[in-house]
């Protein structure tokens, strides 16, 4: 993608094209079907599946969940291997809206780290449970430590897992400061960081604010406004990897913080 396009937010908003109500009613059908669908599949099969087939299922899953949706997912840069043969990556990135969330499933299942609060969340918390999500109580200076110790677990087992170290969402047109604690987990376990640029795009190529999930817009009012678009375009900018290797312990993670998120401003031009 050329910068142009990537600095575009500077241009009018415009409206992008809505769906029919009959539309909106189907895809609000199928969503909820898919979802029962996920949690019988989550107590059913998932436990009997190994570890590549539940990758697997969750892959599909939100890949089905994007098109029921007509999301088209845009792919930039170098991609990690194939969830059967990527291990102890770190996927760091800006985060949007809860779609961004099943676009990097659909490329390669990961356990996220999340806030706790989902937890409790009705029929999404008992999926991000059996997603084997690593949640985390934020504000807990006890709890930031035992997160990056499991992070770092999860990762010398050989897991891949997101981190979203703004903690929290924007509408897009910013970032908001990264924090670099979980960020210790690589370095202590010689991972891979992929850094990933996340921006949602309008057909003009201006950025589209509407699918945020940010602010106080709840999760209903973001599922809507993702219903009554005709396509949501999102796309992934995956930049170099960042080998820590054997010189990891050399290095601190208040700078490779600093580093990811001056990498992903830059290629998002904010």
């Not at 892959?59 to 990527?86: D, F």
């Not at 760091?92 to 999340?114: Q, Y």
């Not at 999500?133 to 006890?142: A, M, T």
């Not at 290095?251 to 580093?259: A, F, G, S």
Request: net charge positive; with cysteine; proline share 4%.
């Amino acid at each position: 993608m050329t910068s142009s396009a990537l600095s575009s937010h500077h241009l009018p908003i415009t409206q992008e094209a809505t769906t029919r109500r009959l539309t909106r009613y189907y895809r609000l059908t199928r969503i909820a079907l898919h979802t029962l669908n996920g949690v019988a599949m989550a107590a059913m099969v998932m436990p009997l599946s190994s570890k590549n087939g539940r990758l697997a299922i969750i892959l599909w899953w939100s890949k089905t969940l994007l098109r029921i949706l007509n999301v088209q997912v845009k792919v930039y840069g170098q991609t990690p291997p194939t969830y059967a043969s990527a291990s102890n990556n770190l996927l760091v990135a800006n985060h949007i809206s809860w779609l961004d969330i099943h676009a990097i499933n659909s490329l390669l299942p990961v356990r996220f780290i999340a806030k706790s609060d989902i937890k409790s969340w009705p029929v999404f918390g008992y999926l991000a449970k059996k997603s084997q999500v690593l949640f985390i109580e934020r504000g807990k200076r006890q709890h930031a430590t035992r997160i990056v110790d499991l992070t770092t677990q999860s990762l010398k087992a050989g897991d891949n897992v997101c981190l979203f170290p703004e903690g929290t969402t924007t509408d897009g047109t910013c970032i908001a400061p990264f924090k670099g604690s979980v960020m210790q987990s690589a370095l202590q376990a010689k991972s891979t960081v992929w850094p990933i640029a996340i921006r949602y795009s309008r057909l003009d190529g201006s950025i589209n604010t509407e699918v945020a999930y940010a602010g106080d817009t709840t999760l209903v009012e973001s599922i809507l406004s993702v219903v009554g678009l005709q396509q949501t375009i999102l796309e992934l900018h995956f930049l170099a990897p960042i080998s820590l290797g054997q010189e990891a312990a050399q290095q601190h993670r208040r700078d490779l913080t600093e580093h990811i998120q001056q990498l992903i401003t830059k290629k998002l031009k904010l």
